[in-house]
T-cell receptor, first 112, second 113 residues
Framework: QQQVKQSPQSLIVQKGGISIINCAYENTAFDYFPWYQQFPGKGPALLIAIRPDVSEKKEGRFTISFNKSAKQFSLHIMDSQPGDSATYFCAASEEGYSTLTFGKGTMLLVSP | DADVTQTPRNRITKTGKRIMLECSQTKGHDRMYWYRQDPGLGLRLIYYSFDVKDINKGEISDGYSVSRQAQAKFSLSLESAIPNQTALYFC????????????FGQGTRLTVV
């Protein structure tokens, strides 16, 4: 049972373009939604996170949009750069727990 | 030095062998986790521990066991390795309050032949 569905599986974007990765969840008890970034040979690292009391959070070129009624959230990378090429994972956790349920990941390639 | 250190980084073992993957952390976190990463399947939780005396099964615990030797050390064992346990394994830690950042190690690439 996949509780967090992530799409697309892979994405190619030109330098300067906008990268968009989407996630959907089913468990209404989820109340924390982080995004992790993983470079080859490295462990995932927290990129940005949001809680359901806000609809959007922006940190630099990275923005999370959150739609509670649709049970969806997305990562937008503005002005995408080759250095953004990595695998991105969305995740979610329930109130009172700290175990994360991850999506299957999106491999992003930003072409020069 | 890395905050979360996994050893070994790479390991090739034979089917049926017992193998232990080790994780140590210097972040002072109580909570530790073992995840498995497979291409196209994302990160799946194997076991987690909220303190030294606490061990919990995750989504895919069959064929694995863990030991929490100290606050800073959490090891994962494959009692009798099989080829479909070939994967990238990550240890992670987090602070004791809910919904905080998880810090991952560099990973152990395990191949079972």
């Amino acid at each position: 049972q996949q509780q967090v569905k992530q799409s697309p599986q892979s994405l190619i974007v030109q330098k300067g373009g906008i990268s968009i990765i989407n996630c959907a969840y089913e468990n209404t008890a989820f109340d924390y939604f982080p995004w992790y970034q993983q470079f080859p040979g490295k462990g995932p690292a927290l990129l940005i996170a949001i809680r359901p009391d806000v609809s959007e959070k922006k940190e630099g070129r990275f923005t999370i949009s959150f739609n509670k009624s649709a049970k969806q959230f997305s990562l937008h990378i503005m002005d995408s750069q080759p250095g953004d090429s990595a695998t991105y994972f969305c995740a979610a956790s329930e109130e009172g727990y700290s175990t994360l349920t991850f999506g299957k990941g999106t491999m992003l390639l930003v072409s020069p | 030095d890395a905050d979360v250190t996994q050893t070994p980084r790479n390991r090739i073992t034979k089917t049926g062998k017992r193998i232990m993957l080790e994780c140590s952390q210097t972040k002072g976190h109580d909570r530790m986790y073992w995840y498995r990463q497979d291409p196209g399947l994302g990160l799946r939780l194997i076991y987690y521990s909220f303190d030294v005396k606490d061990i919990n099964k995750g989504e895919i615990s069959d064929g694995y066991s863990v030991s929490r030797q100290a606050q800073a050390k959490f090891s994962l064992s494959l009692e009798s390795a099989i080829p479909n346990q070939t994967a990238l394994y990550f240890c992670a830690t987090s602070a004791s309050w809910v919904n905080t950042e998880a810090f991952f190690g560099q990973g152990t690439r395990l191949t079972v032949v």
